[in-house]
């Protein structure tokens, strides 16, 4: 038997509707490691950043002394800022200005939303490039990318049924997250293995979303540990770097985290309606009704589903201390790699406070550290990136202390 995904599409009577963007999709983090795999098998020439479009590139340049200016601003964050600073965002109005300088990065882009799994894989990346990102926009998704995220729809449809449902509320679109999560757990429960969980929970006081690839769960052994694994494809037929396999092993302790919260039923449900302002006594919409009645966890308003939500989960054991990271070759999906490691808890929080510093602007974004700066061969913004203009006064990034992996 296989389970159903609802896919939320909203309708077209609900402009007036504030509605919030979905649940960020991880594949797309996954498969730039893959372009990037693709990028440093390629010869120099070939680098993304030379292919960027004239007009990106033009804007970028344009916007090179404001990115100046924003890292020159951010250094001081804990000391008094004077009208100099001010000044030097140039040509920003003054409100602008101030509330640059005032909001987080988590204010300013991430306001009443979660932060996703992927956003802190790709801050452990390079917070510069997460930091341009937000401001500019990251690059469209290319065919590396596409022929990543078909391969993950592949393995979804292996044990899911994608359904479209639309969407007439935020109420309505957490819904279906809710629902999706529920009916992933359930196929758990009862076959052992279910392909893209979404997972919601808050880790050191910020909301995170997150898909979890795939989840086993031995049915019948005594020890039912569910095994949380995330499957990386490559376009090159070669293991990834260190860096890479740090940033996946990050990936997949956020999610476990996150599991073992939800496990142990500790959803702050109250927290949950008062960051998305949601109503809890919203009626859904008739689909959704229908759907979750014929599922057999028929709700009707929001505060239905966070119950189901919250029972389900806790039905759950702790997920395995082993984590386990797949890599598939793109071009035949043989398996290239498999890398079991352990949970490591200490690392896992040294981490998420680093990167939490940044979107909180408690200090700078850094650049990535000396020996990855590989990365930045690849990357969309080196032509305007400090790091790579003025390597000599790019400081060594604090993420430097927390680096070390677990075996
Ligand atoms: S050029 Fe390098 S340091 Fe700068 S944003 Fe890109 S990856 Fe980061």
């Known amino acids: 038997m296989s389970g159903s995904h609802a896919d939320s599409t909203q309708s077209q009577d609900v402009n007036s509707v504030n509605v919030t963007p979905d649940i960020p999709i991880e594949i797309v983090s996954e498969e730039e490691m893959a372009l990037i795999d693709a990028a440093l098998a390629a010869p120099r020439c070939c680098s993304p950043s030379s292919s960027l479009s004239l007009s990106f590139a033009s804007q970028l340049q344009r916007n090179a002394r404001f990115i100046h200016s924003i890292s020159f601003l951010s250094k001081r964050s804990f000391s008094a800022r004077t009208e100099s600073d001010i000044e030097d965002l140039g040509h920003l109005g003054m409100t602008q200005k101030r509330n640059i300088i005032a909001k987080s990065l988590l204010d300013r882009f991430r306001k009443n939303r979660a932060l996703s799994v992927t956003d802190v894989t790709d801050t452990e990346w390079c917070e510069k490039k997460m930091e341009f990102n937000l401001l500019f926009g990251s690059k469209k998704v290319n065919k590396v990318m596409k022929v990543g995220r078909a ?8 044990v899911t049924e994608k359904v479209k449902v639309r969407v007439r509320s935020t109420e309505d ?41 795939e989840i086993q769960m031995p049915v019948k052994e005594t020890a039912r540990n569910p095994i949380l694994v995330d499957t990386k494809t490559r376009a090159q037929y070669t293991l990834p770097a260190e860096s890479q396999k740090r940033n996946g092993r990050l990936q997949l302790m956020c999610y476990k985290y996150m599991w073992d919260n939800l496990a142990a039923d500790n959803f702050p449900s109250m927290q949950f309606y008062d960051f998305f302002s949601l109503n809890s006594d919203c009626i859904l919409s008739e689909e959704i009704i229908e759907k979750t009645s014929n599922a057999g966890f028929p709700a009707k308003t929001l505060g239905d589903l966070v119950k189901y939500f919250r029972n389900m989960w806790n039905m759950l054991p702790a997920s395995h201390n082993q984590l386990l990271l797949r890599y598939e070759f793109q071009k035949d999906q043989s398996l290239l790699g498999e890398e079991k490691f352990a949970y490591d808890y200490d690392l896992f929080n040294s981490q998420i406070e680093v990167c939490l510093e ?50």
């Open 151 to 158: 391969r993950h729809a592949e393995l979804e449809k292996e």
């Open 173 to 213: 679109i957490w819904a279906v997250k809710l629902f999706n999560s529920i009916t992933g757990v359930n196929q758990l429960l009862f076959e052992g293995l279910t392909r893209e969980l979404p997972i919601l929970g808050v880790i050191k006081g910020v909301w995170m979303v997150g898909v979890i690839d």
């Open 358 to 407: 940044f979107w909180k602007g408690e200090r700078e974004a850094s650049f990535t550290p000396l020996e990855d700066r590989w990365k930045c061969r690849y990357c969309q913004f080196e032509s305007v990136c400090p790091a790579v203009l003025k390597p000599e006064i790019t400081p060594i990034p604090s993420q430097t202390d927390c680096n070390n992996t677990p075996s």
